[in-house]
């Protein structure tokens, strides 16, 4: 199932710079997409979202962008910080199933330097 | 702040035996759901459960599934004769449900990781 793509199986970053993830995605029906963190030995956690009808969504340190003729979203975070060091996850909904029912990216492990 | 709890941490079992995983999902939630991760793998939807019963269900999910929520405040995952491909990583997961002009995110548990020898 190739429908959620993190083709980036990890990224190392300076801590105060900024730390891009990339997903893309193939189902034209994914109306909802999601960003969550995981740390060893925890479930995911969720940070933040974007619904198909905007393009850009912050929270704080977050922002997320959707390119929806492209089929790619983007998480920055400005600054990285040494706690963000985790394996984060794109996640996407396709619209007329479950609500919670979400296809998954395999990962991006974050690793930001002091 | 609330969260989702997943009882035990780590189970281990035959093959062939039955286990069945625990969840308190967040208390004001009203939907439920399981996921599984195999080693390696991604994270997957195995069902979805709102008002006592299923509303969807991934191909994964077959006969030697189940779930329920037996009282008010747990939800619990049954696999009937576990084979050695069930071990993986099970979490919970719990949400508000849709809202008017946003959608309340998933709110995961630390998971249950469950070994079949």
């Known amino acids: 199932d190739q429908q959620v793509k993190q083709n980036s199986p990890s990224l190392s970053v300076q801590e105060g710079r900024i730390s891009i993830l990339n997903c893309d995605y193939t189902?034209?029906?994914?109306?909802?997409f999601l960003w969550y963190k995981k740390y060893p030995a925890e479930g995911p956690t969720f940070l933040i979202s974007?619904?198909?009808?905007?393009d850009k969504n912050e929270d704080g340190r977050f922002t997320v962008f959707l390119n929806k003729s492209a089929k790619h979203l983007s998480l920055h975070i400005v600054p990285s910080q040494p706690g963000d060091s985790a394996v984060y996850f794109c996640a996407a909904r396709a619209g007329g199933t479950s609500y919670g029912k979400l296809t998954f990216g395999q990962g991006t492990i974050l690793t930001v330097h002091p | 702040e609330p969260e989702v709890t997943q009882t035990p941490s780590h189970q281990v079992t035959q093959m062939g035996q039955e286990v069945i995983l625990r969840c308190v999902p967040i208390?004001?939630?009203?939907?439920f759901y399981w996921y599984r991760q195999i080693l390696g793998q991604k994270v997957e939807f195995l069902v979805s459960f709102y008002n006592n019963e299923i509303s969807e269900k991934s191909e994964i999910f077959d006969d030697q599934f189940s779930v329920e929520r037996p009282d008010g405040s747990n939800f619990t995952l049954k696999i009937r004769s576990t084979k050695l491909e069930d071990s993986a990583m099970y979490f919970c997961a719990s949400s508000e449900g849709p809202r008017t002009g946003d959608n309340s995110p998933l709110h995961f548990g630390n998971g249950t990781r469950l070994t079949v020898t």
């Open positions: 189902n034209s029906m994914f109306d909802y």
């Open positions: 208390s004001n939630h009203l939907y």
């Open positions: 974007i619904s198909s009808i905007k």
